[in-house]
């Protein structure tokens, strides 16, 4: 994927709080990450919205099928994170 330069602002805790936890050249990588599983949010809760004005109330079945796949998806980030698909922090 083509990469390009951006400045953004963020606060300086934060920022240097990060910098220590990923060490030299991992800053750009933990932010990308951030901002995709952001938008991954940000289209779940589209998705959610839409559903909601298209069709009829979630029935109690529906709902626990769907918090059940919502806890899967915590699940496999989780694992990918912490078998070394994620970031890498400083060590």
């Known amino acids: 994927m083509a990469t390009k330069k951006y400045t953004v602002t963020l606060p300086e805790e934060l920022a240097e709080e990060i910098r220590q936890e990923v060490g030299p050249g991992g800053f750009s990588a933990y932010v990308t990450h951030a901002i995709e599983r952001q938008r991954e949010q940000d289209r779940l809760g589209e998705l959610v919205a839409w559903m909601q004005e298209e069709g009829a109330p979630l029935t109690e079945e529906e709902l626990a099928v769907a918090e059940a796949e919502l806890r899967?998806?915590?699940?496999?980030?989780?694992?990918?994170?912490?078998?070394?698909?994620?970031l890498p922090l400083a060590g």
């Not at 899967?72 to 994620?86: I, L, N, Q, V």
């Open 72 to 86: 899967e998806a915590e699940r496999h980030f989780a694992e990918r994170d912490a078998s070394g698909g994620g």
